[in-house]
Structure formats: structure tokens, C-alpha cells
């Protein structure tokens, strides 16, 4: 089960007397809640709890949902800190649209002067862009390294060979190899 869903965030607190609850999503994006019919919950090691939605919306950084089953604010105030969990089919985009990170977990990445870099492991954020999380072999040394996700660098995402091209500016692995030398 755990390979069909992905983690978007956790309950925050209970909103209102009917059940309700708010929720902070991780990316600020929502856009695929229109989408979604089910939230899995969980609580720290204990086991996946889905829910069907009855009702959701956006709010704030997250989103308002009305989850089957939940009923008043008692029962509701129960799964504050529950992570959230939603399938991840809900993460598709279109051809002509940015991909979602979730698309992209694993590809390679090639650099057009480097060559073969590594895989992207996870992701991650400065603020301003998103980081791809890269386990980088180069030059017979290998180290984690974080390359911003943005047009500048990015020449071609190729989902079929499941491969990113990149141009990466000169010296930005250097940043993130330093502490090896």
C-alpha cells in the first residue's frame, strides 16, 4: 500500500463543530484535490486509516475536508497530527503542464558537458525553488547533492527513458561536494 500512496502533509487541527478538519499540505499545491475521493491517515508507527471525502476545499496553506465517518468535532480533534496520504495517481500532468516531482523520483540525470550524474533520490526546497535530491557519481567519487529544479537548467525531461538533461553551471556540484574535500 505504501508504494501506491504519498505523504502531502498532516492534520493541523479540527475546524468547526461538525467534523471538519484543516489540513497543511507540505507544497502549498492543491491542485489535485478536486481529484482525490480518499485520504489515508496515520498516526506515528500504527497502521494506514483511509477515509472517503465527502467534502473539500482550499484553505489557507492546505485544505478543509469533511471525511466520512467523522462527525463532530470530538472525533475530529482525535486525528490532529495524523500525516496525510493521498494516491499517488493523483500526481499525472498533463503533457503540456510542469511535471510533478512524484514524476520524476528516480530518473537520471545527465548533464550535457558531465554526463551521467546520478538518480534523483527525493526532493527537497530552499524557499524559492525545488531541489532534486541527486546520489552523484562523478569522477569516481559519489556524494548527495542538491540541483535546483529550474528552467534555466533544465533542457529536456524525457519520460520515456525516464532521464533529465541537464546544463548544469559550472562549479555547482562543487558546492555540494566541498565537504569531501
Request: glycine share 8%; aromatic share 8%.
Amino acid at each position: 500500500m505504501q508504494n501506491e500512496i504519498r505523504h502531502v502533509g498532516k492534520v493541523k487541527g479540527a475546524h468547526g463543530i461538525r467534523g471538519d478538519l484543516y489540513l497543511i499540505i507540505f507544497s502549498k499545491d492543491v491542485s489535485w484535490m478536486d481529484q482525490a475521493c480518499q485520504l489515508t491517515l496515520q498516526k506515528e508507527d500504527q497502521s494506514f486509516q483511509n477515509y472517503e471525502i465527502e467534502m473539500i476545499k482550499p484553505y489557507k496553506d492546505g485544505l478543509i475536508v469533511h471525511l466520512e465517518g467523522v462527525s463532530d468535532r470530538n472525533l475530529s480533534e482525535k486525528l490532529v497530527g495524523y500525516q496525510v496520504y493521498v494516491n499517488k495517481d493523483l500526481f499525472q500532468s498533463a503533457d503540456d503542464e510542469p511535471p510533478y516531482l512524484i514524476e520524476i523520483e528516480n530518473y537520471l540525470i545527465v548533464d550535457k558537458t558531465l554526463g551521467e550524474l546520478g538518480r534523483i533520490q527525493g526532493f527537497s526546497s530552499n524557499g524559492i525553488q525545488d531541489l532534486l535530491e541527486v546520489n552523484v557519481h562523478l569522477n569516481g567519487r559519489s556524494f548527495m547533492a542538491d540541483i535546483p529544479f529550474v528552467d534555466d537548467f533544465v533542457l529536456e525531461i524525457n519520460h520515456e527513458q525516464k532521464m533529465i538533461v541537464t546544463n548544469l553551471p559550472e562549479g555547482l556540484l562543487d558546492i555540494n561536494n566541498e565537504s569531501e574535500d
